[in-house]
């Protein structure tokens, strides 16, 4: 099985170490208060996800890029913001730490950083998107509903994969605080 974000099914079997010790359904109560607050967040990114792709159903059924533009302008702009910064803090302090804690999960924390960068790069088209659509809105352009098909598939296109890497790294990362603490 590839590990490639953008073909991957599941976390591979050599990073599920402490999911096995640690699994999924026994996060339903007494979560570390760094473990409940990192689901949180996940928990926003998909609600994120949800309500553009929500928006995006909307315009498809019904055409109006007027109210496309004025509600999901925002919320794209919050979801990247959001997912951008969270990103920054896990890389640069929450996995170095990790990476101490339990050395044998390099590995897995690398795969994840490998998983940030692709979404950085997703991130970094729909802002580009974003920002053509609203343009093309804004200036009253022939091709803004070009625009918006665009930057709509974009948004499709990211869901699969967003979506996979929040799993994946609530498996490495929620046992791992449970089993082992953070500093």
Do not use: C
Request: charge should be negative.
């Amino acid at each position: 099985m590839s590990d490639a974000l953008a073909t991957r099914t599941e976390l591979p079997s050599g990073f599920r170490y402490l999911l096995d010790e640690y699994p999924r359904d026994r996060w339903a109560s007494a979560l570390d208060e760094t473990a409940a607050f990192w689901l949180q967040m996940h928990g926003s990114f998909r609600g994120h996800q949800a309500h553009m792709d929500g928006l995006v159903g909307q315009w498809r059924a019904n055409g109006d890029l007027t109210t496309l533009h004025r509600q999901l302008i925002p919320a794209l702009q919050s979801f990247l913001q959001h997912l951008d910064g969270h990103h920054r803090i896990e890389s640069g302090q929450y996995f170095p730490m990790m990476r101490r804690i339990e050395p044998k999960i390099g590995a897995g924390i690398d795969l994840l950083d490998r998983d940030h960068d692709v979404i950085h790069e997703t991130l970094e088209a729909l802002f580009q998107g974003g920002l053509a659509f609203h343009q093309a809105v804004t200036g009253k352009a022939p091709d803004a509903a070009d625009k918006a098909n665009r930057l709509s598939d974009l948004i499709d296109g990211n869901a699969r994969p967003l979506l996979r890497h929040l799993e994946d790294e609530e498996d490495i990362v929620i046992p791992l605080i449970q089993l082992r603490g953070l500093d």
